[in-house]
């Protein structure tokens, strides 16, 4: 299964209407430490069990990296993992920043 890409703009729109909805950056540390979207959980190699065992697999899912390519692996990932709504931001956190 390919995991969903949606564009900035309507996943800014999407967290806005989902209060449920989780946008994870996966972007390094120190990347994501310098600057994120505000609402924006930081997931790591070292956040991702815990994440994995707190979050309801109902819990709509949106992944940004730094320009929209290795979020759709994650993506990809946490789809296989059984979560249900999972979304790839094109265009990454450049992108977002940008739009």
Not at 4 to 32: G, H, P, Q
């Amino acid at each position: 299964m390919d995991c969903k890409r949606v564009t900035s703009n309507w996943a800014k729109d999407f967290l806005n209407k989902n209060t449920e909805a989780i946008l994870v950056d996966i972007r390094d540390k120190d990347c994501y430490e310098t600057d994120h979207v505000q609402s924006a959980v930081h997931l790591s190699q070292e956040t991702l069990s815990d994440f994995l065992k707190q979050t309801r697999m109902e819990t709509p899912i949106l992944v940004m990296c730094y320009h929209g390519n290795s979020s759709q692996m994650i993506a990809q990932f946490l789809t296989e993992q059984g979560f249900q709504e999972v979304y790839s931001v094109d265009g990454g956190y450049e992108g977002w920043q940008a739009e």
